[in-house]
Protein backbone atom coordinates (compact mmCIF):
# COMPACT_ATOMS: atom_id res chain seq x y z
CA UNK A 1 0.00 0.00 0.00
CA UNK A 2 1.32 3.33 -0.72
CA UNK A 3 0.87 6.31 1.10
CA UNK A 4 1.07 9.93 -0.01
CA UNK A 5 2.81 12.89 2.08
CA UNK A 6 -1.10 14.63 2.10
CA UNK A 7 -2.69 11.36 3.53
CA UNK A 8 0.21 10.56 6.02
CA UNK A 9 -0.25 14.37 7.25
CA UNK A 10 -3.76 13.77 7.61
CA UNK A 11 -3.94 10.79 9.49
CA UNK A 12 -1.05 11.82 11.66
CA UNK A 13 -3.08 14.95 12.83
CA UNK A 14 -6.85 12.55 13.52
CA UNK A 15 -4.56 10.31 15.57
CA UNK A 16 -2.84 13.38 17.68
CA UNK A 17 -6.95 15.12 18.15
CA UNK A 18 -8.52 12.20 18.60
CA UNK A 19 -6.03 10.46 21.39
CA UNK A 20 -5.04 11.65 24.91
CA UNK A 21 -3.03 14.20 25.22
CA UNK A 22 0.81 12.71 25.97
CA UNK A 23 2.93 14.03 28.54
CA UNK A 24 6.43 15.31 27.35
CA UNK A 25 9.00 13.31 26.54
CA UNK A 26 12.01 12.31 29.17
CA UNK A 27 15.17 11.18 28.82
CA UNK A 28 17.99 9.90 31.49
CA UNK A 29 20.32 11.70 32.79
CA UNK A 30 23.74 9.37 31.77
CA UNK A 31 25.16 9.25 36.02
CA UNK A 32 21.67 8.21 37.75
CA UNK A 33 19.43 6.59 35.22
CA UNK A 34 16.79 9.85 36.68
CA UNK A 35 14.30 10.69 34.16
CA UNK A 36 14.26 14.82 33.00
CA UNK A 37 12.07 16.29 30.18
CA UNK A 38 13.26 17.10 26.98
CA UNK A 39 12.19 20.77 26.76
CA UNK A 40 13.19 23.18 29.84
CA UNK A 41 13.33 26.82 30.35
CA UNK A 42 16.35 29.63 30.38
CA UNK A 43 15.80 32.76 32.15
CA UNK A 44 18.30 34.78 30.18
CA UNK A 45 16.79 38.41 30.05
CA UNK A 46 13.40 37.32 30.37
CA UNK A 47 13.55 36.91 34.10
CA UNK A 48 15.57 39.79 34.97
CA UNK A 49 12.81 41.98 35.40
CA UNK A 50 11.70 44.38 38.74
CA UNK A 51 9.14 43.69 41.31
CA UNK A 52 5.75 44.72 39.44
CA UNK A 53 3.10 42.72 38.95
CA UNK A 54 2.50 44.26 34.97
CA UNK A 55 6.47 42.82 34.84
CA UNK A 56 6.03 39.68 36.91
CA UNK A 57 2.55 38.47 35.24
CA UNK A 58 3.37 36.95 32.25
CA UNK A 59 6.18 35.28 33.93
CA UNK A 60 4.20 33.60 36.00
CA UNK A 61 2.63 32.27 33.11
CA UNK A 62 5.03 31.06 31.51
CA UNK A 63 6.19 28.95 34.28
CA UNK A 64 2.59 27.83 34.67
CA UNK A 65 2.59 26.63 30.93
CA UNK A 66 6.13 24.71 31.62
CA UNK A 67 5.08 23.00 34.15
CA UNK A 68 1.73 21.97 32.65
CA UNK A 69 2.87 20.71 29.76
CA UNK A 70 5.51 18.30 31.83
CA UNK A 71 8.65 20.45 32.02
CA UNK A 72 10.45 21.15 34.84
CA UNK A 73 14.28 22.10 34.00
CA UNK A 74 14.87 25.48 34.56
CA UNK A 75 18.46 27.20 33.76
CA UNK A 76 19.86 31.05 35.33
CA UNK A 77 23.16 32.46 36.34
CA UNK A 78 24.25 34.94 38.50
CA UNK A 79 25.02 36.80 35.11
CA UNK A 80 21.40 37.29 34.23
CA UNK A 81 20.80 39.92 36.50
CA UNK A 82 17.58 39.45 38.66
CA UNK A 83 16.65 36.31 36.89
CA UNK A 84 17.80 33.77 40.19
CA UNK A 85 15.64 35.90 42.43
CA UNK A 86 12.20 36.34 40.52
CA UNK A 87 12.87 32.41 40.04
CA UNK A 88 13.21 31.77 43.21
CA UNK A 89 10.19 34.18 44.23
CA UNK A 90 7.73 33.09 41.74
CA UNK A 91 7.85 28.94 41.55
CA UNK A 92 5.70 27.31 43.79
CA UNK A 93 8.45 24.42 45.67
CA UNK A 94 5.07 21.68 45.02
CA UNK A 95 5.88 21.89 41.16
CA UNK A 96 9.38 20.12 41.81
CA UNK A 97 11.37 21.87 38.91
CA UNK A 98 15.17 20.88 38.25
CA UNK A 99 16.72 23.71 39.00
CA UNK A 100 19.88 24.35 37.44
CA UNK A 101 22.62 27.64 37.79
CA UNK A 102 26.04 28.86 37.23
CA UNK A 103 29.32 29.92 39.05
CA UNK A 104 30.84 33.08 37.32
CA UNK A 105 33.75 34.11 39.55
CA UNK A 106 37.13 34.05 39.40
CA UNK A 107 38.54 32.38 42.83
CA UNK A 108 37.91 29.43 45.30
CA UNK A 109 36.51 31.86 48.13
CA UNK A 110 34.29 33.70 45.83
CA UNK A 111 33.16 31.20 43.97
CA UNK A 112 31.76 29.55 46.92
CA UNK A 113 30.02 32.40 47.93
CA UNK A 114 28.36 33.46 44.90
CA UNK A 115 26.82 29.71 44.44
CA UNK A 116 25.37 29.77 47.98
CA UNK A 117 23.81 32.96 47.06
CA UNK A 118 22.23 31.83 43.83
CA UNK A 119 21.67 28.50 45.44
CA UNK A 120 19.45 30.96 47.91
CA UNK A 121 17.49 32.95 45.69
CA UNK A 122 16.70 30.22 43.05
CA UNK A 123 15.59 27.43 45.66
CA UNK A 124 14.63 29.64 49.27
CA UNK A 125 12.19 27.21 50.65
CA UNK A 126 14.75 24.22 49.42
CA UNK A 127 14.26 20.56 51.76
CA UNK A 128 16.78 18.58 49.13
CA UNK A 129 19.93 19.12 47.72
CA UNK A 130 20.18 22.16 44.59
CA UNK A 131 20.09 20.06 41.21
CA UNK A 132 23.16 21.23 38.81
CA UNK A 133 25.57 23.87 39.21
CA UNK A 134 27.93 24.60 36.43
CA UNK A 135 31.00 26.23 35.95
CA UNK A 136 29.60 29.26 33.44
CA UNK A 137 31.75 29.62 30.19
CA UNK A 138 34.72 27.49 32.42
CA UNK A 139 35.61 30.49 34.10
CA UNK A 140 38.56 29.34 36.42
CA UNK A 141 36.55 25.85 36.18
CA UNK A 142 40.22 24.76 37.53
CA UNK A 143 40.11 26.58 41.19
CA UNK A 144 35.82 25.56 41.36
CA UNK A 145 36.34 21.71 40.18
CA UNK A 146 36.81 20.61 43.49
CA UNK A 147 34.72 22.34 45.13
CA UNK A 148 31.82 20.98 43.25
CA UNK A 149 32.91 17.53 43.47
CA UNK A 150 32.98 17.88 47.51
CA UNK A 151 29.73 19.41 47.57
CA UNK A 152 28.31 16.54 45.41
CA UNK A 153 29.92 13.79 47.68
CA UNK A 154 28.40 15.71 50.90
CA UNK A 155 24.69 16.44 49.18
CA UNK A 156 25.09 19.77 49.19
CA UNK A 157 24.17 19.23 44.88
CA UNK A 158 23.31 16.58 43.05
CA UNK A 159 25.24 17.42 39.44
CA UNK A 160 27.96 19.60 38.15
CA UNK A 161 28.92 20.94 35.07
CA UNK A 162 30.22 22.79 32.41
CA UNK A 163 29.05 25.52 29.71
CA UNK A 164 30.16 27.74 27.00
CA UNK A 165 28.12 29.70 24.65
CA UNK A 166 30.92 29.72 21.91
CA UNK A 167 32.42 27.02 19.25
CA UNK A 168 35.89 28.26 19.87
CA UNK A 169 35.26 26.25 23.37
CA UNK A 170 34.39 23.25 22.29
CA UNK A 171 38.11 21.79 22.38
CA UNK A 172 38.37 22.34 25.62
CA UNK A 173 35.23 21.51 26.65
CA UNK A 174 35.66 18.02 25.00
CA UNK A 175 39.04 17.62 26.73
CA UNK A 176 37.43 18.12 30.19
CA UNK A 177 34.61 15.94 29.41
CA UNK A 178 37.67 13.30 28.56
CA UNK A 179 39.58 13.80 31.59
CA UNK A 180 37.29 15.42 34.41
CA UNK A 181 33.61 13.95 33.33
CA UNK A 182 31.55 16.49 34.14
CA UNK A 183 27.39 15.00 35.26
CA UNK A 184 26.08 17.69 32.36
CA UNK A 185 27.51 20.06 29.53
CA UNK A 186 25.74 23.03 28.00
CA UNK A 187 26.12 24.21 24.94
CA UNK A 188 25.00 26.04 21.83
CA UNK A 189 23.56 23.35 19.20
CA UNK A 190 20.91 23.66 16.49
CA UNK A 191 20.32 23.02 12.95
CA UNK A 192 22.10 25.75 11.75
CA UNK A 193 24.84 25.09 14.58
CA UNK A 194 25.79 21.78 13.92
CA UNK A 195 29.57 21.97 15.15
CA UNK A 196 29.08 19.92 18.66
CA UNK A 197 28.21 16.90 16.51
CA UNK A 198 31.93 16.28 15.17
CA UNK A 199 33.76 15.78 18.79
CA UNK A 200 32.04 16.91 21.32
CA UNK A 201 28.41 15.76 21.06
CA UNK A 202 30.38 11.92 20.43
CA UNK A 203 32.52 12.52 23.59
CA UNK A 204 29.32 13.35 26.14
CA UNK A 205 27.89 9.97 24.23
CA UNK A 206 31.13 8.39 25.26
CA UNK A 207 31.37 9.33 28.40
CA UNK A 208 27.81 9.40 29.67
CA UNK A 209 27.61 13.22 29.98
CA UNK A 210 24.23 14.64 30.30
CA UNK A 211 23.74 17.55 27.29
CA UNK A 212 21.79 20.31 27.72
CA UNK A 213 21.09 22.68 24.89
CA UNK A 214 21.07 26.37 24.61
CA UNK A 215 19.46 28.14 21.74
CA UNK A 216 17.99 25.53 20.04
CA UNK A 217 15.52 27.64 18.05
CA UNK A 218 18.68 30.05 17.33
CA UNK A 219 16.92 32.57 19.68
CA UNK A 220 13.50 32.28 17.69
CA UNK A 221 15.34 33.04 14.34
CA UNK A 222 14.56 29.85 12.87
CA UNK A 223 10.96 30.53 13.35
CA UNK A 224 11.18 33.67 11.97
CA UNK A 225 12.52 32.58 8.90
CA UNK A 226 10.50 29.92 8.39
CA UNK A 227 7.58 31.94 8.63
CA UNK A 228 8.81 34.22 5.60
CA UNK A 229 8.12 31.16 3.40
CA UNK A 230 4.45 29.96 1.91
CA UNK A 231 3.13 26.75 3.41
CA UNK A 232 4.35 24.04 0.37
CA UNK A 233 0.83 22.77 -1.73
CA UNK A 234 1.19 19.34 -0.31
CA UNK A 235 0.81 20.75 3.36
CA UNK A 236 -1.62 24.08 2.75
CA UNK A 237 -4.51 21.77 3.36
Not at 142 to 166: D, F, M, N, S, V
Not at 192 to 208: D, I, M, V
Request: aromatic letters at 8%; proline letters at 7%.
Amino acid sequence: MSWSRREVLKLSAALAAGGPMERMRTRPIPRTGDQLPVVGMGTYRTFDVGDSEDARRPLREVLRRLFDGGGRVIDSSPMYGRAEQVVGELLDPSQRPFLATKVWASGREEGIAQMRRSMRLMAPRADRPFDLMQIHNLVDWRTHLPTLRAWKEAGTIRYWGITHYTESAFGEMEAIVRTEKPDFVQLPYSVGAREAEKRLLPACAEHGVAVLVERPFEAGSLFRDVLKRPLPAWAAE
